[in-house]
């Protein structure tokens, strides 16, 4: 059974920073592009930051160039987002995605390719 679980959400100040967590379970992770997604209420799901398998690139959606940082840990079955200089428009629930894409570093952004989704974790930032 495959798990996604994010984690280090939480209530933040403007200009402030938080680190989510991504624990994968039950894949083998090497061979998943993953993904990071948010969610504002009454907004669609919109793709935040890609990592391949590898690592080796990133790639960062407009709004968050420049502040968010995408890394991951395949020994630790673990992917990160470091998000820095938060504002308020940040503020969202938060999703890891797997995509089963081995030995390519092809950007996926549109979350239907995706495979797996985690349970979201809540990210708040106050003026």
């Known amino acids: 059974q495959v798990r996604l679980v994010e984690s280090g959400g939480g209530l933040v100040q403007a200009a402030g920073s938080l680190r989510l967590s991504c624990a994968a379970s039950?894949?083998?992770?090497?061979?998943?592009?993953m993904g990071w997604f948010r969610q504002a209420p009454g907004k669609e799901r919109e793709f935040v930051a890609f990592?391949?398998?590898?690592?080796?690139?990133?790639y960062n959606a407009d709004s968050v160039k420049g502040r968010f940082t995408i890394s991951r840990d395949n020994a630790k079955k673990t992917v990160y987002l470091q998000m820095n200089s938060l504002k308020p428009e940040d503020t969202a629930v938060y999703y890891c995605a797997a995509r089963y894409s081995p030995g390519t570093s092809t950007v996926e952004t549109n979350p239907a390719r995706y495979n797996y989704w985690g349970q979201g974790t809540q990210v708040t930032v106050s003026l």
């Open positions: 039950g894949l083998t992770f090497s061979t998943f592009a």
């Open positions: 990592i391949p398998w590898s690592g080796s690139v990133t």
